[in-house]
């Protein structure tokens, strides 16, 4: 009887953070760049002392999903879409480096480019990309960045910076509680991808599939609540039995 219970109760507790990725992906259905996290269920034998003869369900992280999302044009100079398995360099909060597919970028008032969430861009040299003032600005596909100085004429056009851009599989990453993605502790810095690398003018949107995480969510709702009943049933058997034998 108490393995029914803790077999319910372990896969009632995995649902309810299954739904809680679900439903994380489901609030950046909108987010620019935004990339789906994969999670599910699995059966894990419970450790300790003696045989180990009792099976939990237990909830794993299973990475994020690499599926490209929808490109859509914007004619923005400053909105970039970058090419599948690239990645845009930003500094963190903590100073480290880290990596992002949100080309939606911004000017600062003093000149410094920056993520739409204020996370400054950096360099090929890992330093922050600032732009001088200008009459107009470009961003090549490959990352150049160039500009017609201000009170200059059209025709002369200067490079000021280039974006670094690293080419990598998502799987070669890990996702932050803050979203941004990371090399693993210990891995190599990567190294600026050559040649083309994005698309400037257009923004890659998140690629949840709402439609699928809404069926997902009623999914694990229903699931959820078959395990609860399971604990209130095997709660009431238990009782009986206490019942018939106290009465014996």
């Known amino acids: 009887m108490d393995k029914a219970m803790y077999v319910a109760m372990t896969g009632a507790s995995a649902t309810l953070r299954s739904q809680a990725a679900v439903s994380h992906n489901l609030a950046n259905a909108d987010t620019v760049g935004f990339q789906a996290t994969l999670a599910g269920t699995i059966a ?17 992280p299973l990475g994020v999903s690499a599926a490209p999302g929808a490109i859509n044009a914007t004619g923005n100079p400053l909105d970039i879409a970058l090419d599948q398995d690239h990645w ?22 003093n000149g410094l480019l920056t993520t739409a969430s204020g996370l400054p861009v950096l360099d090929q040299q890992g330093a922050p990309v600032a732009i001088p003032p200008h009459e107009r600005l470009h961003i090549g596909n490959d990352g150049t960045i160039s500009v017609v100085p201000l009170g200059e004429p059209a025709a002369n056009i200067a490079e ?25 502790p210990g891995a190599e ?25 809404l069926v997902s969510m009623i999914q694990l709702q229903r699931q959820f609540e078959m395990q609860v009943r399971v604990l209130q049933s095997s709660d009431e058997n238990a009782q009986a039995a206490n019942s018939l034998l106290s009465a014996r």
Do not use: K
């Open 189 to 213: 810095p990567l190294p600026p991808a050559a040649g083309e690398v994005l698309t400037t003018g257009a923004l890659e949107q998140s690629n949840v599939d709402a439609t699928g995480a």
């Open 88 to 109: 845009l360099a930003v500094q963190a909060p903590d100073g480290g480096t880290a990596y992002t597919r949100a080309g939606n970028l911004t000017l600062t008032p």
């Open 44 to 60: 894990r034998q419970v450790e300790g002392e003696g045989h180990a003869s009792r099976t939990a369900a237990s909830f794993q």
């Open 160 to 184: 000021v910076a280039r974006l670094q851009v690293a080419n990598t599989p998502t799987a070669a990453l890990q996702r932050g509680e803050d979203g941004l993605m990371r090399l693993p």
